[in-house]
């Protein structure tokens, strides 16, 4: 099986959101490997694992997409440290401020070239949270999409895929078959850590960058744009009530003031 896993360099969540001519800065501050996308990772090389291994020259193999700037080479750097096989890199300066539209046409090029069985998406990144993508490249590949996976199996021999799919409405089993998108949700398992062998054997491992001519399509001018940005204001400090024997009155006349009664 080749198997392909969409991965999003994004500021870390922990960090400091600061904002930049009205934008979100992605520039100067700390970039990390999307969180949901290492459970991807992982299902992907457990998959391959359960199915003769991704070690070279193996049956399987477990390659990550990535579209970004040179610099989301250090997300890439960590996947390939937990054990995928290779890096595909899509940069290119058409791609600044790319929406949902362009971005899912161009990993869907570049999955298209590569061949792919399956294709592993985290279910959202942390600076958009859309949950659109994984949906979005199944569309334009015109694949089988199972979505929100907290379990999957994979049968190769049938070329027939089956998760249980967990959403707010429940819990359902579904399948389809090869070639297929899945987006995993992060109960799915535990990404493991990178050892030192791994990231060792990371440095060596060679990432393929790409551009929008290499993959021969275009990208028009985004179909939504980000107007504007600013800060969460900061929240007002909660009212403190004193039982005098009032309280319950002090109570009813809050709820009542806020319009929640």
Known sequence: MKIAVCIKQVPDSWAEKKMLNGYLDRVNVDAVLNDLDEYAIEEALKIAEAHGGNEEGGPNTVTVISMGPERATEAIRKALSMGANAAILITDPALAGADALATTKVLAGAITKGGFDLVICGTES??????????????????????????????????????????????????????????????????????FKGIMAAKKKTIENMDLSALDITVENAWSAVIDASPRPPRAAGVTVTDDGTAADQLVSYLVEKKLI
């Not at 958009?128 to 929100?148: C, D, G, H, K």
């Not at 899945?182 to 398992?189: D, Q």
């Open 126 to 195: 942390t600076d958009a949270r859309m949950s659109v993508v994984p949906a979005m490249i199944a569309e334009r590949l015109n694949w089988a999409q199972l979505t929100f996976a907290s379990a999957v199996s994979v049968d190769p021999a049938a070329k027939k895929v089956t998760i249980t799919r967990v959403t707010e409405s429940g819990v359902d089993e579904m399948f389809g078959e090869f070639p297929a998108v899945i987006s995993v949700v992060e109960k799915i398992n535990e990404p493991r850590y990178p050892s």
